[in-house]
């Protein structure tokens, strides 16, 4: 039990435990000295910060986006002429393997891959951003495309969509591919969090797609319990999940705003069954 509450108290020492120790002590003694509106506003960015680090509700937030597009069985996704993974699955490395780090969002590529494998379709086609390293251009897409022949695992055609700004970028320059090769439709790949948003802006620039997530955040795919500390001391897994949510809201808006998502096109393409 000792243990338990000693492992419990180790998050203080962390960054963010520790200004929330020291919003919470500044409080008490503002509140000592009798300045308690000072005192109440320091409480209540602590208290946020409780909730945002030490609740469910960042992680519920980020569920209402995955859950939409869960597919429970992959034999269920139709075939296409194409499996798109989207970037953010790697990024250069001086000293790793191949000269590349595999991210959090490297599921992108192995689910791809999996698609790949159970024939659901031929062609594999990368997106990704470009790095700036020693003044030289490293472009995400190239450096995967690199690696899976280099290791030989995929028989498919690979493309790379070279280096892209941002999802917008990746669906119109699928779209080229499309009318390049004549192809009907592809099947997405990005991560759950983000699929909403790229289900729309691919839609928006006329590719109809089959939506395959990855990369879940949240219990709506990952089982494992967290350990509840005895002290609701804020840990930094609220606080990214809390980020993924807000940057997907905004990012939905920007897009909005700038015409690369259209209601109309909505109404079109499809995704893949349950």
Not at 15 to 30: D, E, H, Q, R, Y
Not at 49 to 70: I, Y
Request: with cysteine; charged share 20%.
């Amino acid at each position: 039990m000792i243990g338990y509450m000693l492992r419990s108290l180790i998050p203080l020492a962390e960054p963010l435990g520790f200004v929330w120790l020291c919003l919470l002590v500044v409080a008490a003694w503002l509140w000592i000295k009798s300045s308690r509106r000072l005192a109440v506003f320091l409480f209540v960015v602590a208290l946020f910060m409780s909730v945002v680090g030490c609740t469910r509700v960042p992680g519920d937030l980020v569920a209402t986006l995955e859950r939409p597009f869960v597919i429970k069985n992959l034999e269920t996704v139709p075939a296409a002429d194409a499996v798109v993974a989207l970037g953010g699955a790697v990024r250069p490395s001086k000293y790793d393997a191949l000269g590349l780090d595999l991210r959090d969002a490297a599921d992108r590529v192995v689910m791809a891959l999996e698609l790949i494998r159970r024939g659901k379709a031929k062609n594999l086609v990368l997106g990704g951003a470009v790095h700036a390293v020693n003044g030289q251009q490293r472009i995400e897409a190239d450096m995967t495309k690199k690696w899976l022949e280099t290791w030989g695992l995929t028989n498919a055609q690979i493309y790379s969509l070279g280096g892209c700004a941002n999802t917008h970028d990746e669906a119109t320059r699928v779209a080229a591919l499309l009318k390049e090769h004549g192809w009907r439709r592809a099947i997405l790949v990005t991560s759950a969090y983000h699929m909403k948003r790229a289900r729309a802006t691919f839609l928006t620039a006329g590719v109809p797609v089959v939506c395959v997530p990855c990369d879940y955040q949240t219990k709506v795919s990952v089982e494992t319990e967290d350990e509840r500390a005895l002290i609701p001391i804020p840990r930094p897994a609220g606080f990214q999940k809390a980020s993924l949510f807000l940057h997907e809201q905004i990012g939905w808006l920007s897009y909005r705003l700038r015409g690369w998502i259209k209601p109309s096109a909505l109404t079109n393409g499809q995704t893949a069954p349950e």
